[in-house]
């Protein structure tokens, strides 16, 4: 580990669809919506995933009605269980394994979703003082996931996460607290749809934030920590969220910006966004 320039950055944290079986194409259910046009079941294939496991419209998702597959990430769990726990036989292959391959899919997701946000927080230099219990939680959950689907099963990913979070907000608070000034504390609020427009929110807590549909163009939210906020057609035209902790590229991919939006150097900016 000594050597590793970046812990988020490593490849098993980021879904790589080629080395999967469709596992969220299959094992996942959704619903018709704003964000599908149709329902699925779990364990039912979608009707657009190919045998080839690829998506049939993936350059068409958002305009065929499929808004909520662009904004899901596996965090890599998708590889993970094809390739690790099944070792690379597919549930076309082994339809026997297909029932545990959908069920272990889930937990698998829960674990790599944990095991990014420990990533991250053992890239911020000034989590340092922390960064010795993050890299053990680290290692153990990362174990885990190599472990067979039977102990996979058995995991109690509430419980991980109850002791991870901990670790998690430690790790911002000794990030946000070098941000100079007065930080406001916006954890769990109900902002949806609120007018924020222009807010200076850097190093703010928006932990769980409900932020649907708020307007928070042109808003400064550097360093802000946006663990598991929802930004489901959040305004971010104009925002700087450089530097931003916890955030990922599905919470991005749901929201709105530009080409103005500033966003941490490892995310991209989602091609919908307007230029
Ligand atoms: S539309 Fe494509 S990405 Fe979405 S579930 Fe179906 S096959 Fe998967």
Redesign the pocket.
């Known amino acids: 580990m000594s050597e590793r320039t970046s812990y988020a950055a490593q490849p098993d944290l980021h879904a790589d669809c080629g080395s999967c079986f469709?596992l969220?194409?299959v094992a996942l259910p959704?619903s018709r919506s704003s964000d599908f046009p149709v329902n699925?079941s779990a364990g039912t294939p979608?009707?657009?995933?190919q045998e080839d496991f690829r998506?049939?419209?993936?350059q068409r998702?958002r305009d065929t009605g499929?808004n909520?597959?662009t904004v899901f990430d596996c965090f890599g769990a998708g590889q993970k269980v094809s390739q690790v726990t099944f070792k690379g036989v597919s549930w076309r292959e082994e339809p026997g394994s297909a029932r545990a391959m959908y069920e272990v899919f889930p937990v698998v997701r829960r674990l790599h979703e944990l095991l990014k946000y420990l990533a991250q927080a053992l890239d911020l230099p000034a989590a340092g003082p922390v960064h010795p219990e993050l890299r053990r939680a680290y290692e153990r959950l990362d174990a885990l996931t190599h472990d067979p689907v039977e102990t996979l099963l058995a995991a109690d990913a509430d419980a991980l996460r109850g002791e991870v979070n901990p670790l998690l907000l430690r790790a911002s608070e000794l990030v946000r607290a070098a941000v100079p000034g007065r930080k406001k504390d916006h954890r769990g609020a109900d902002l949806m749809g609120s007018r924020l427009r222009g807010a200076k929110l850097r190093g703010a807590s928006l932990r769980g934030a409900l932020l649907v549909a708020a307007d928070l163009s042109g808003s400064d939210l550097r360093d802000a920590d946006l663990i598991g906020a929802d930004m489901r057609d959040t305004d971010l035209r104009g925002a700087d969220l450089r530097g931003a902790l916890f955030l990922t590229q599905a919470q991005l991919n749901a929201a709105r910006g530009d080409a103005r939006t500033k966003v941490p150097q490892e995310l991209n900016h989602p091609s919908h966004w307007a230029a």
Request: glycine residues 24%.
């Open positions: 469709g969220c194409c959704f699925k979608c009707g657009n995933l998506c049939g419209i993936h998702l499929y909520g597959c």
